[in-house]
């Protein structure tokens, strides 16, 4: 994610965070895990860093793009239904922050990193099998920087906005960490399936895979939504 995108990410998260919109806990836990990736990245973590950042930029646009798109009728492309149903959660005060966050993340994750991957992987039929291999390790070294940081964006965004869950991790120690850790890497384990699938299906039937992803991300937000509890 370049500087401008970052500091527009800051932006959005202070000032939701200001109007107690619940739309500020997942910008502010995706600045947290963002800067790690970067962190990774300056310290050549990876196989290929810069293509990693060229992911973080693009990744990004999916969610500014959907940002701005919600609400709107003057955007060209309307705003993903998984999204849209994600930012309309955040307005229901009966909607716990911790399920605000991960509806958040499964929109980006299950939808807009799929499309992100394949827009990156565009050219997979040309990658040598030594590429295609870093290509992957890279996808799957995020899954480590996410697992690493989640007790920190527990403890420095989640409780925040929801202080019940500082205790649950004092009782809990590191086990609510590997459960929220396991259920974005199981997210992100299915995306590089998804995109292997957009950059390898016929042209005619890309559109129809796109469509799918949408689909499946929207089940998973319709399982987090189910029984909505209140504060």
């Known amino acids: 994610m370049t500087a401008s995108a970052e500091d527009r990410l800051t932006d959005l998260a202070r000032g939701w965070g200001e109007a107690g919109d619940r739309r500020a806990i997942f910008a502010d836990c995706y600045l947290v895990m963002t800067g790690r990736v970067h962190d990774a990245i300056a310290a050549e973590d990876f196989v290929d860093g810069a293509w990693v950042s060229r992911l973080l930029d693009r990744f990004a646009d999916y969610y500014f793009d959907a940002v701005v798109a919600h609400g709107s009728a003057d955007t060209p492309v309307p705003c993903p239904a998984v999204w849209a149903g994600a930012f309309d959660a955040c307005a229901d005060p009966r909607c716990h922050p911790l399920r605000a966050l991960l509806l958040g993340i499964n929109a980006h994750i299950n939808h807009d990193l799929a499309l992100a991957l394949a827009d990156l992987l565009a050219d997979w039929h040309e990658l040598d099998e030594p590429t295609r291999a870093a290509r992957h390790a890279d996808h799957e070294h995020v899954n480590e920087i996410i697992q690493a940081t989640t007790d920190e964006v527990q403890r420095e965004v989640v409780a925040r906005y929801a202080p019940e869950t500082a205790i649950l991790d004092t009782v809990l120690g590191p086990v609510d960490e590997w459960v929220f ?34 689909r499946r991300a929207e089940q998973v937000a319709a399982v987090l939504t189910f029984g909505r509890s209140t504060r």
């Open 181 to 214: 850790g396991a259920v974005v890497e199981s997210f992100r384990g299915q995306v590089w399936i998804d995109a292997m699938t957009l950059v390898t299906v016929p042209a005619d039937e890309r559109e129809e895979s796109v469509l799918r992803v949408g």
